[in-house]
């Protein structure tokens, strides 16, 4: 008995041994495509496990996965290892597919209007070191920022200078002076950024924080701030000589989109009723104006038109007629002519006229 368990123990172990070297021996018709440094692993095998899975392949995926993985990881061991921190890392190669990136490219940083005037110019910025010496400490410090060198912030007494106030404050000047240069400095960066990215720059009706405003600009930025109120300027107080304002047109009232059914519907029913009335609104002393202003142009046309009918009538007449007394040109004896004998048409055209001044004359009919 006491052999036979040696038996079954030994054929245990050699089972297990087995089972062990199965598990991390895996059999590929065609090798596995492995880049380590993405830590990727490519099967060109078909799938044939797949293909007689049926309907549920789950079971057939899992095996494909652990197979591949293993090989993957056998790649792994026989990379060189080093510790780190009492614990065995692998050196991974350099990667050798390339991935697509997440994110695109980061497009360049725009420049500024004083970089891109630098660049016309030809100007060359000089790098400066960044500690200076100083010597009132006698020690090197940084130019710019804390503890720098030559830091005037830090002086307990200040000279007033001859054209200044003498009860002015040195110091609470110097401080204000220094927050005005930062919001210039933060104002500039807003519209190096604006520019960059292309936006609409917001109106220039705020006033600068340096001062020298022109009169424009106050007048610009007063309106801005009058109107800036809850009731958009419509309670604020106007100085004595003040102009209305320009460009302050109604604001424009809009129905609400829900909630009073009652007033949609009282408004939709009278549109109704004006589209499908018979006798559609008419404003008769505009349509009587039009009417009559239509027949004053109708006989002016008229008139017009009889007027050019005479002038031409005349004209032929008066080419070959008959004329006694003075000049062709004023009445004169004409024969001939164009037309031969004419004794009919207006006086003066070429018709004939007998008896003082009268404006007709004698006419054959």
């Keep these: 008995m006491e052999g036979q368990s040696v038996e079954e123990l030994l054929a245990k172990a050699e089972q297990g041994e087995a089972e062990k070297l199965q598990r991390i021996t895996v059999l590929k018709e065609l090798e596995l495509e492995f880049d380590l440094g993405n830590l990727l692993a490519s099967d060109r095998n078909p799938p044939t496990g797949l293909r007689c899975a049926g309907p549920t392949p789950e079971a057939e995926l ?86 720098r060198a030559r830091d005037d ?85 106007r100085l004595p000589k003040e102009k209305a304002p320009r460009g302050s047109g109604k604001k424009r009232k809009f129905q609400p989109l ?23 609104q008419l404003d008769v002393t505009r349509a009587t104006n039009k009417q009559m202003r239509e027949e004053d142009q109708e006989e002016a046309a008229k008139r017009r038109k009889m007027s050019q009918k005479g002038k031409r009538k005349g004209g032929r007449q008066g080419l070959g007629g008959k004329r006694k007394g003075g000049p062709p040109s004023q009445g004169g004896k004409r024969k001939g002519g164009l037309g031969g004998k004419m004794n009919t048409g207006p006086p003066g055209f070429g018709g004939k006229r007998k008896g003082g001044q009268r404006p007709g004359g004698k006419r054959r009919k």
């Design 258 to 280: 829900f909630g009073d059914f009652a007033a949609e519907k009282k408004n939709q029913l009278e549109l109704l009723r004006i589209m499908n009335s018979k006798k559609p």
């Design 153 to 237: 912030t830090k002086e307990w007494l200040i000279e007033v200078p001859g054209n200044a106030d003498p009860l002015e404050d040195q110091f609470a000047k110097r401080i204000q002076a220094k927050k005005e240069r930062v919001a210039k400095n933060e104002l500039n960066r807003l519209r190096n950024l604006a520019r960059a990215h292309k936006m609409q720059l917001p109106s220039g009706a705020g006033l600068h924080p340096t001062g020298h405003q022109s009169k424009e600009e106050l007048g610009r930025a007063m309106q801005v701030a009058k109107v800036s109120t809850a009731s958009v300027g419509r309670f604020q107080e």
């Design 62 to 147: 899992r095996a494909l996965a652990r197979d591949n993985t293993q090989l993957l990881i056998n790649q792994l061991w026989q990379l060189p290892t080093e510790r780190v921190e009492e614990a065995i890392v692998a050196r991974l190669p350099e990667p050798t597919t390339r991935l697509p990136r997440e994110k695109p490219l980061p497009r360049p940083r725009p420049l500024t209007r004083w970089q891109q005037f630098a660049r016309l110019k030809g100007i060359r910025s000089k790098k400066k070191t960044n500690l200076v010496w100083d010597e009132v400490s006698g020690q090197w410090r940084r130019r710019w920022g804390y503890q």
